[in-house]
């Protein structure tokens, strides 16, 4: 028995240890690629269950949340039962396991190991802001000048002033490049064209090439030679929105690092870490031109601010907010016009359409909603303009339009509960004897509110890698609490 006890203690610290591994694989590659992440969340989860049957416990307490979560994940269940579009939007239901993580990081975190998380996606953060500059810096593609009439290219259409800058997922630099890779691409298979057109990214599917068009001696067509610099910065390979919401997360975490430090010990060593890495990841923020997301950072780091500093720092990093966001402005001027700033661009103006379009149509299946991504299928049908936009560009108007309203109160419910555990949490920290705690919670507290500020138009939570960096951060947060409430240390209780 004595053995058989020490074998399975043996197996259950094992299994931790392989477990904190999975989950700083998580850290490292959550800024950079989904594939990777999902695999280090996958060990950790696993490793998680080794050890819960090793010491017949989940090792989870429960909480205030669990109710609303449960009811959550039903209602999604039931709505997509019930749906215009079943085959569709079951399928969809795969995407609620980013709720796991709220789990596992309660049960495998403690305020030791949630700071080397949290460090690690900050450099994980730091690195991707940097390869966005340095891609700026090269600029991408090659600007068309001109396309012949028998271009093969302007089956998708593309004109001059366009800058073409992958080829069937191939990154190309010069007229020459391009023309070497249609000359080895597959003949008669849909091929798509990577543009960047008045900085946005464009994917255009459904070029076909022909053997003759292949032929000819600049198979392309195209007369270019400068790269374009006029791009939203995606980090590595990663989308604009969603490297941009990422960041807005992690630079909120940085920050409250720095300010935590900065109230309770000064200029401190973590705080000369901290606030340089929340710079850069700020100007991160600012280089993909994502304006309401940076706006959201903006409110999110005012409400962690003058949650933590008074008198004179308090007003310096307001100050220093505005220029940032002063900074922001000429990169969306820069990068996708003076229109932009002002919202008058046609993205804007196609956004506010079809949020009117989809409230006027939420009456219609208030209770379940339409069903998940049921619009993708009637998308004109609906009324809805255009074929690019495939939701509503607003995590409040998509819950209510797909699931119904009593999910979007939910969510709501949820979003509160959470913001209110994170304002008691983090005031309740702020003499901790771990400061970096209590700068985590603080950092919680300003990428929740971005998180929220941008949902009302960014359909975030329906981007799985933001919902699971949404899903680990209330995690580690809540983690901290109960660790510190468990020492006795003031934490707020979360029962």
């Excluded at 080895?184 to 076909?208: C, D, F, N, Y």
Aim: proline fraction near 3%; charge should be positive; include cysteine.
């Amino acid at each position: 028995m004595q053995s058989t006890a020490k074998n399975q203690s043996a197996l259950a610290l094992l299994s931790h240890r392989v477990a904190i591994g999975g989950l700083l694989i998580y850290a490292v590659f959550a800024p950079h690629s989904v594939a990777a992440s999902t695999i280090g969340i996958v060990v950790a989860v696993v490793c998680w269950l080794i050890k819960s049957i090793a010491i017949g416990t989940l090792g989870v307490r429960r909480s205030k949340f669990d109710l609303i979560i449960l009811l959550s994940l039903l209602w999604t269940t039931a709505s997509s039962l019930l749906s215009t579009e079943p085959e569709i939007s079951i399928p969809k239901l795969t995407a609620l396991w980013s709720v796991l993580l709220f789990y596992l990081s309660r049960a495998l975190v403690n305020r030791r190991t949630a700071l080397v998380l949290v460090s690690v996606l900050i450099l994980s953060g730091v690195t991707g802001v940097l390869y966005s500059a340095y891609d700026l810096l090269r600029g991408r593609g090659i600007v068309v000048e001109s396309v012949t009439s028998g271009s093969p290219l302007r089956q998708v259409d593309i004109r001059p002033g366009d800058a073409i800058w992958r080829f069937a997922g191939k990154r190309v630099y010069s007229v020459a490049e391009l023309d070497e890779e249609i000359k080895s691409a597959p003949v008669k298979r849909p091929l798509t064209v990577s543009i960047i057109s008045q900085g946005e990214h464009v994917e255009r599917p459904g070029l076909i090439l022909t053997i003759d068009s292949q032929r000819a001696a600049s198979p392309s067509g195209v007369v270019g030679s400068s790269r374009t610099h006029r791009f939203r910065a995606s980090g590595f390979t990663r989308h604009y929105e969603t490297f941009c919401e990422l960041l807005q997360m992690i630079a909120q975490l940085a920050l409250g690092i720095a300010l935590a430090n900065l109230r309770n010990h000064g200029a401190n060593r973590y705080f000369k870490f901290a606030l340089p890495a929340a710079a850069i990841l700020a100007t991160g923020i600012a280089f993909t031109a994502m304006r309401t997301v940076l706006l959201a950072f903006a409110i999110g780091a005012t409400v962690i601010a003058w949650r933590a500093l008074r008198g004179t720092p308090k007003l310096v990093f307001t100050v220093a907010l505005f220029l940032v966001l002063g900074f922001g402005a000429v990169v969306v001027w820069q990068t996708r016009g003076n229109n932009a700033i002002a919202l008058g661009d046609p993205s804007s103006a196609l956004r506010a359409q079809v949020a009117r379009i989809g409230m006027s149509r939420i009456l219609i299946h208030p209770l379940f909603g339409h069903g998940m991504d049921a619009m993708h299928v009637h998308w004109n049908e609906w009324g809805f303009p255009g074929t690019d936009m495939l939701h509503l560009h607003s995590t409040p108007l998509q819950l209510a339009f797909d699931r119904g309203l009593p999910m979007l109160g939910l969510w709501l419910w949820l979003m509160i509960a959470f913001w209110l555990q994170l304002w008691r949490s983090s005031w309740a920290a702020t003499d901790l004897s771990d400061t970096n705690s209590y700068g985590i919670l603080l950092g919680s507290l300003g990428g929740l509110t971005g998180f929220l500020a941008s949902s009302l138009v960014n359909y975030n939570y329906g981007d799985t890698e933001v919902a699971m960096m949404f899903w680990w951060l209330m995690g580690i947060s809540m983690a901290i609490v109960e660790s510190s409430a468990g020492r006795g240390e003031g934490g707020a209780s979360v029962a």
